[in-house]
């Protein structure tokens, strides 16, 4: 998967990326040898959504390889997304069925 941020400063952001006809249950990404941060966060008709934390450059692309496996991402964080939430040591923001923001609790 490659990712490109057009800001004039480096940035870590979450990345969605959906793919279809993986066979294996989930799904890893490395960037320069090192797993990210990541989880399947849909499964749906053959669909697999995957979300990942990218640290990106200013004005600069990355490439994450995206990797089918038999065992879950080993990068241990505290950030938990569902379909509709995300929840952190801080923080539980909830989403609405339009994607809007409707809480945000300590």
Do not use: H, W
């Amino acid at each position: 998967v490659t990712v490109f941020n057009n800001l004039e400063f480096e940035r870590k952001g979450a990345v969605k990326a959906e793919f279809d006809g993986i066979k294996s249950k989930y799904l890893r990404v490395y960037a320069g040898g090192k797993e990210v941060p990541s989880q399947i966060i849909s499964d749906k008709n053959g669909k697999k959504t995957l979300l990942f934390i990218a640290d990106m450059p200013s004005m600069g692309v990355k490439v994450f390889d995206v990797r089918e496996s038999d065992i879950p991402c080993g990068v241990k964080t505290s950030l938990k997304i569902g379909e509709t939430s995300m929840e952190n040591q801080r923080y539980i923001v909830t989403l609405n069925k339009s994607g809007n923001i409707s809480s945000i609790a300590r």
